[in-house]
């Protein structure tokens, strides 16, 4: 089956500082997303994906989907206390929004202030 | 409140038992996908519903079943309950306009 491997696994940083973090696949996908997940809450979108080489922002967020399409990373810059979660890749395969994501297994990120 | 709820927020039952977690999809979404996870496997595809039909199944168990009734609501049904499925189990829903939305999940305890 399909598999997403993210890296790091986890992180401890200054506030301030800026972190990258990125998920590879043996698979294509048509759409990378990136989540985040605050304790006891299920995961929150930050960024979507739908073509090869798209590079978006949001806000002190950036990601990107990789040429390959079995690829993407998400940067962060300028790192606050409250950036601290687990931070998630999903896949989605299918051409629209109706079909299952394939999660990595997070990266948690640690903010020291 | 990401529209998505999900009911119970804690259970916690005994070994043997059975539970049914629900889930309500966010107004006029059509797909209900359940997640599972757990510490050591992150989170696991189960099985999606699209407006009352399986439509794909993920790592679910022969103990494990699910429906989508014809309001969209959706239950989750797990039984014979062992130690190791003790795990947060997220509902989703998902449209075009919208994407994939979470709940905030059912945290089951098996004792």
């Known amino acids: 089956g399909q598999q997403l491997n993210q890296s790091p696994q986890s992180m401890f940083i200054q506030e301030g500082e800026d972190v990258s973090m990125n998920c590879t696949s043996s698979?294509?996908?048509?759409?990378w997303l990136w989540y985040k997940q605050d304790p006891g809450e299920g995961p929150v979108l930050l960024i979507a994906?739908?073509?090869?080489?798209e590079l978006t922002s949001n806000g002190r967020l950036t990601a990107q989907f990789g040429i390959t399409r079995k690829d993407s990373f998400l940067n962060i810059s300028a790192s606050i206390p409250s950036d601290v979660g687990i931070y998630f890749c999903?896949?989605?395969?299918?051409?629209?929004?109706?079909?299952?994501?394939?999660f990595g297994k997070g990266t948690l990120l640690t903010v020291n202030p | 409140d990401s529209g998505v709820t999900q009911t119970p927020k804690h259970l916690i039952t005994a070994t043997g038992q059975r539970v049914t977690l629900r889930c309500s999809p966010r107004?006029?979404?059509?797909?209900v996908y359940w997640y599972q996870q757990s510490l050591d496997q992150g989170l696991q595809f189960l099985i999606q519903?699209?407006?009352?039909?399986?439509?794909a199944k993920g790592n679910i168990l022969e103990r494990f079943s699910a429906q989508q009734f014809p309001d969209l609501h959706s239950e989750l049904n797990l039984s014979s309950l062992e130690l190791g499925d003790s795990a947060l189990y997220f509902c989703?829903?998902?449209?075009?306009?919208?994407?994939?939305?979470f709940g905030s999940g059912t945290r089951l305890t098996v004792v």
């Open positions: 698979s294509i996908f048509n759409t």
């Open positions: 989703a829903s998902s449209s075009r306009s919208f994407g994939y939305t």
């Open positions: 107004s006029g979404d059509l797909s």
């Open positions: 999903a896949g989605q395969l299918g051409g629209g929004s109706n079909y299952k994501l394939t």
């Open positions: 994906l739908y073509k090869a080489g």
């Open positions: 519903y699209y407006n009352g039909e399986e439509r």
